[in-house]
């Protein structure tokens, strides 16, 4: 008996010692299994769970005017999200979410599911959460993006453009100089301890990764003048399109820019045709505004005098099979002041034969018709003009009082601004410069107090990435034909078509266009459709500003420039020429000094 009970026991011993020894064998097994074939994969999982890394998006530079005016600006905004795997007290989170104006519908953590991800909030401004921070909750984290946001709204919104969702932009300035006012992404790195704590994080260095500010030619103040004006205009008139723009005819800056209908970039598009910025993508024929071409042209080529005289065959003129009319009729002969006064077409016409078809078509060109002005600005059209060597027995005459020919508004202001300037065609520009923002700004601050700190008149080179020199084209006329043009649109303004474009204390210059549109349905021009256009400058012999206003097909008793457009232009021109302090210089029209 004692034998057999010795035998069991030493049985028993040698299982259990097989048993640990086989546990043993298990665990030393899958310790060198782990160590030598799993040591890459848990490495790699451990520093993915220790260091984390972050995409640093950069601030997006800001837009401003002339004057440091912030048009664009971009503002960090954040998401609120919540892990239901980390909240332990729901009922308090939805609580403290719910004081700061975030609302969570009534579901139970079970409901929320698996993911460690659901979002309940988005652009919430950065002073709400921080309250939410303050409360420690467990449970809810934070993402953190740039809005974009237009403080003036619907002002300069052809000009600025619109961002798409993937933060680059697609329209106007915003798409011209996206690169510049993008900047850099960088990755940056965070460690974290075993319980997802941070103990150490990398951070971009901001101003070099975020993106430089443009600053446009642009004059905020002109521009609310122009467009508000514009806009009363457009709706009296219930009009199809309205354009103005202001131009700075020394320089070629462009300060201001209107085009209706327009949008407010902060609500939703549902037309996307309003996106068209008709100041330099839509080509329509300029009518009267167009004659400063043909007349400079004979003038510079001595084809005829100042003071030469045509017969204007009293209203009705035949050529080509055809009967040109003037709507002022004048009897007999004419002066050339006469001729630009009353709008005679018959007399440009007679003027314009002076020419060649070469020397006609040369001009046109050198006053930059028919080309691209190179704005800083997407899609812009060149203009419509038969080659010369396909002109017919009318296109000479027709063309002569704009009519044949299609041009932008930028196109036909800018011909202007050449007379203005003494002959001079500038490259007109919406650029003053791009500049590097400074570190508060780069870190994203709010908006509100990017202004203060900057100062656009500053010239350190550090702040200067890229400076937009003036640029000469070319010299169209001589200051002597240049002078005579002047002169010529001054006598309009004074005496003729444009006297509803005075403005009182200024001598003013211009031109009426009243031009008839093509009806696409009977395929010749229309009896009722017109566009009324006025291009003018002041002072008249020194011109500070040019101001061209069009009202596309204006409904109402009237059509004509000298009704619809030409007060709309003493409007504008009198509250820029108050706030750009231009002296008055008609000094006849002045009151007396008491």
């Not at 974009?148 to 933060?167: F, T, V």
């Not at 020394?250 to 045709?273: W, Y």
């Not at 266009?513 to 020194?542: E, H, R, W």
Request: glycine share 8%.
């Amino acid at each position: 008996m004692v034998k057999k009970r010795s035998k069991k026991r030493i049985d028993r011993k040698t299982v259990l010692v097989l048993i640990i020894l086989t546990v043993f064998f298990i665990l030393f097994a899958k310790l060198v299994y782990v160590q030598i074939f799993l040591h890459g994969k848990i490495s790699r999982a451990v520093r993915k769970m220790v260091n984390r890394e972050n995409i640093e998006v950069s601030r997006r530079g800001d837009i401003l005017d002339s004057k440091g005016k912030v048009l664009a600006s971009s503002v960090k905004k954040y998401s609120v999200f919540l892990d239901p795997k980390i909240i332990k007290d729901f009922d308090r989170v939805k609580n403290v979410l719910a004081e700061n104006g975030i609302k969570i519908k009534e579901k139970s953590l079970v409901e929320l599911g698996e993911t460690s991800y659901v979002p309940v909030a988005f652009n919430i401004d950065a002073d709400v959460v921080d309250r939410i921070k303050n409360e420690k909750l467990k449970g809810v984290g934070f993402e953190s993006k740039y809005v974009r946001q237009y403080p003036e709204g619907r002002l300069l919104a052809h000009i600025l453009g619109i961002m798409g969702y993937d933060g680059n932009g697609l329209e106007g300035i915003e798409k011209t100089y996206n690169e510049s006012l993008s900047g850099n992404t960088v990755m940056t790195k965070t460690i974290r301890d075993g319980r997802g704590r941070i103990i150490q994080s990398g951070f971009a260095d901001a101003p070099k990764i975020c993106g430089q500010d443009v600053i446009l030619s642009i004059d905020r103040t002109v521009q609310f003048i122009a467009e508000q004006e514009l806009r009363e205009a457009f709706d009296k008139h219930k009009a199809k399109k309205a354009i103005c723009i202001v131009q700075d005819p020394k320089t070629g800056n462009i300060l201001a820019m209107v085009s209706l209908p327009d949008f407010d970039s902060s609500e939703k598009i549902r037309d996307i045709r309003v996106l068209r910025n008709s100041a330099i993508s839509d080509i329509y024929e300029p009518g009267s505004t167009f004659k400063i071409v043909a007349i400079a042209a004979a003038l510079e080529l001595g084809k005829i005098k100042f003071t030469d005289s045509f017969y204007l065959e009293n209203g009705k003129y035949k050529i080509a099979g055809h009967t040109i009319k003037d709507d002022h009729k004048i009897s007999g002969s004419a002066s050339l002041c006469k001729i630009m006064e009353q709008s005679s077409n018959i007399g440009m016409i007679k003027i314009a034969q002076k020419l060649d078809r070469e020397n006609f078509y040369e001009y046109i060109k050198k006053f930059g018709f028919y080309s691209l002005t190179g704005i800083d600005l997407p899609g812009e059209a060149k203009g419509l003009l038969m080659d010369v060597k396909k002109w017919n027995a009318l296109s000479l005459p027709t063309i002569s009082f704009g009519q044949g020919i299609g041009v932008t508004a930028l196109q036909l202001i800018n011909a202007f601004s050449a007379i203005a300037n003494d002959g001079v065609l500038m490259k007109p520009s919406l650029m003053q410069d791009i500049r590097r923002a400074d570190s508060e700004t780069a870190s994203a601050k709010d908006a509100a107090t990017s202004q203060e700190r900057r100062n656009v008149g500053e010239t350190d080179d550090e702040m200067t990435a890229s400076v937009f020199d003036l640029k000469e084209i070319r010299r169209v006329v001589s200051v002597e034909t240049a002078q005579m043009v002047k002169k010529l649109l001054k006598n309009v303004v004074d005496f003729g078509t444009g006297r509803s474009a005075k403005v009182p204390g200024y001598t003013m210059g211009g031109k009426t266009g009243t031009a008839q549109k093509v009806d696409p349905t009977i395929k010749t021009y229309s009896a009722k459709y017109y566009t009324a256009s006025f291009c003018g400058m002041l002072p008249a012999m020194n011109p500070k500003v040019v101001i061209l206003v069009v009202i596309d097909e204006p409904k109402g008793s009237s059509y004509y420039a000298t009704s619809v457009a030409s007060p709309v232009f003493a409007k504008i021109a009198k509250r820029i020429a108050e706030y750009l302090g231009i002296e008055k210089d008609d000094v006849d029209k002045l009151p007396l000094q008491k």
